[in-house]
């Protein structure tokens, strides 16, 4: 097998899985979460970069010839670094993608004020890659970012439909729209956030657009693939999936199940000494 890897530090990374598998149903995967090690949000750069290769590595060995970063913390803090300074030494043949950049390409299609909101953990925010990024494609738009820190607790928690959700995404929503209260696009800036979408939109302006990165990516990958023949030949096709946790198989399948909508199983895998 030389499955497309997929890695997020838990488990947000599931719903961009969910729609590359409807994109790509003849397609072989690998999803690996890094669940001994999660959040990845609060880490340091150099931390998350050092976790983010070793996953790489490991999505390697198994036969990856192309992994998706799917998580935004990975993707602002170590997808730059892999792609410039590991990849060439490891192997130059393969490729690492990651979330943020298919996110930004299409804002111009949706923004008419040319005001966006992000929303994401405090080290996608902090890294500022969405509004460098941005900036670069499209000087004219104007970003707001709002750190929320409680959002991905509440998810893994099975708690996104409860009052402390309800409590937490209107109290950041609120202070976000205080910053812009022209904003007409928000990017859910972590993939976690879909199975939230029904209490965000909620609190949204009902004018507001909301960007999920499932659909996007796996939009980017096909058209990524179109333009690369040679890596969409190395990518096998047998319409499995794998999946792979650094954590307990047994609580990463109950929790990966509520994400997929299907029963997992998951196989333990350590990725570091």
């Not at 969910?18 to 959040?39: E, M, Q, V």
């Not at 910053?179 to 199975?195: N, Q, R, S, V």
Request: charged share 20%.
């Amino acid at each position: 097998m030389r499955p497309i890897g997929v890695f997020d530090s838990g488990y947000g990374g599931l719903t961009v899985l969910s729609d590359l598998l409807k994109k790509f149903p003849d397609n072989d995967f690998i999803y690996l979460g890094d669940n001994a090690r999660t959040p990845y949000g609060n880490r340091s750069f150099e931390v998350v970069y050092n976790y983010t290769l070793e996953a790489v590595k490991a999505l390697f060995n198994m036969g990856s010839p192309l992994v998706i970063l799917a998580c935004n913390t990975a993707s602002a803090k170590a997808l730059r670094t892999i792609q410039q300074n590991n990849l060439p030494l490891i192997d130059p043949e393969r490729r690492v993608l990651g979330v943020i950049r298919p996110s930004v390409e299409i804002l111009g299609e949706y923004t008419k004020t040319r005001v966006v909101g992000i929303v994401g953990t405090v080290g996608t925010v902090a890294s500022e890659s969405y509004p460098l990024e941005i900036e670069k494609l499209f000087p004219d738009i104007r970003t707001v970012q709002e750190a929320c820190s409680m959002w991905v607790p509440l998810v893994e928690n099975n708690e996104y439909f409860s009052e402390g959700s309800h409590y937490f995404v209107k109290k950041n929503i609120e202070h976000l729209f205080t910053k812009a209260p022209d904003i007409d696009t928000l990017i859910l800036g972590c993939t976690h956030y879909p199975l939230l979408l029904p209490i965000i939109k909620k609190y949204l302006p009902s004018h507001v657009q909301t960007l999920e990165q499932g659909p996007i990516v796996a939009e980017s990958l096909a058209d990524y693939l179109k333009r690369h023949p040679e890596m969409n030949k190395k990518c096998s096709r047998n319409g499995i999936c794998h999946f792979y946790t650094t954590e307990n198989p047994q609580k990463f399948n109950q929790t990966a199940s509520l994400f997929l909508n299907s029963e997992v199983e998951a196989r333990q895998l350590r990725v570091y000494d």
